[in-house]
């Protein structure tokens, strides 16, 4: 869903431990999800995608989980870096007819400590 | 490098005065979109061109207006700009002969004094 939050959560690690970063979805027709970074003043970056056909996808230091049971999408970055701090966004498209547009979720903020 | 290209980065305008954001890219995508972003929010979708389509979301303002003269620019424009307005705008394009990924641009800073 869409946030109206004026506050994000935010998980915050030590330098070096994994983290995990969780996401709920609503809409159990969407077919595709999408995790973004957001650092301070910048667009969106891409990180990584997962189909609604797989329950894992790895990229380096990171693996996308999909539980459509639950709903529920989690990101895990090994060997977080003080790089890593940002905001995480997940985005699912809801496979609706003519739209092709990406759904945000409300954001976590990630702090890491050196 | 193929790139999605947001102009200017920062843009001060007066209440009430219309502002135009410019964005451009280089991926040769058939989809261009724009967003809102206000501080510790998820982006939130305005409209969006399917190639020509225009599509709006339900709740975009009036006062929000889009304009896609060709598969490599796009304009929003903000008609009478309100403190409300003041926030980050992103455009993002995507392609549809690929999966769902969205490349953004670096955004443009919109400040209504």
């Known amino acids: 869903g869409e946030s109206v939050g004026l506050h994000l959560p935010t998980l915050s690690v030590q330098e070096g431990d994994n983290s995990i970063i969780n996401c709920a979805y609503s809409n159990s027709a969407s077919d595709y999800f999408i995790w973004y970074k957001q650092e301070s003043g910048k667009g969106p970056q891409f990180i990584i995608d997962?189909?609604?056909?797989?329950d894992k996808r790895q990229g380096q230091r990171v693996t996308v989980l999909l539980n459509k049971t639950v709903k529920h999408l989690s990101l895990q970055i090994a060997a977080t870096q003080p790089g890593d701090s940002a905001v995480y966004f997940c985005?699912?498209?809801?496979?609706?007819?003519?739209?092709?547009?990406?759904?945000f979720g409300s954001g976590t903020r990630l702090q890491v400590q050196p | 490098d193929a790139m999605v290209i947001q102009n200017p980065r920062y843009q001060v305008t007066q209440f009430g005065k219309p502002v135009t954001l410019s964005c451009s890219q280089t991926l040769n995508h058939n989809v261009m979109y724009w967003y809102q972003q206000k501080s510790s929010q998820a982006p939130k979708l305005l409209f969006h061109y399917y190639d020509k389509d225009f599509n709006n979301e339900a709740d975009t303002p009036d006062n929000f207006q889009s304009r896609r003269p060709n598969t490599s620019f796009c304009f929003l424009d903000i008609r009478s700009p309100g403190l409300g307005d003041a926030a980050m705008y992103l455009c993002?394009?995507?392609?549809?002969?690929?999966?769902?990924?969205?490349?953004f641009g670096p955004g443009t800073r919109l400040t209504v004094t």
């Open positions: 997962i189909r609604s056909n797989m």
């Open positions: 985005a699912e498209n809801r496979s609706v007819p003519g739209r092709r547009a990406l759904t």
């Open positions: 993002a394009t995507s392609s549809d002969s690929g999966n769902y990924e969205q490349y």
